[in-house]
Nanobody, 115 residues
Framework: QVQLVESGGGSVLPGGSLILSCRAS????????IGWFRRSSGPQRELVAM???????EYGKFAAGRATISRDNIKMIVSLALTDLKPADAGDYYC?????????WGQGTHISVSA
């Protein structure tokens, strides 16, 4: 069973930075596409960034230019660095993996941004 364990959320001041980490494990995880989604209000999750297993990196619109995703294929950790955080960036951030035709989600980690 694929497991995704997030860490690194917390409270920051506007303009601050955070690094979220997702430790991935399980069958065929090295071949997975792994990324981060965010949910701020309502049930929908929006893409923050994706680290495709072929080396491509994809970024969603809301954090464009302020998010950097990196992937360590030895440790199987996918990190998301967020800079210049704004109150609108607050929400629950989820690690996502797609492998073997199945999608997996972590439990999520919360970011608060306020003065």
């Amino acid at each position: 069973q694929v497991q995704l364990v997030e860490s690194g959320g917390g409270s920051v001041l506007p303009g601050g930075s955070l690094i979220l980490s997702c430790r991935a494990s399980g069958p065929f995880i090295a071949n997975a596409n792994i990324g981060w989604f965010r949910r701020s209000s309502g049930p929908q999750r929006e893409l923050v960034a994706m680290a495709w297993n072929d080396g491509r990196r994809e970024y969603g619109k809301f954090a464009a230019g302020r998010a950097t995703i990196s992937r360590d294929n030895i440790k199987m950790i996918v990190s998301l660095a967020l800079t210049d955080l704004k109150p609108a960036d607050a929400g629950d951030y989820y690690c996502f993996a797609n492998t073997g035709g199945r999608a997996f989600w972590g439990q999520g980690t919360h970011i608060s941004v306020s003065a």
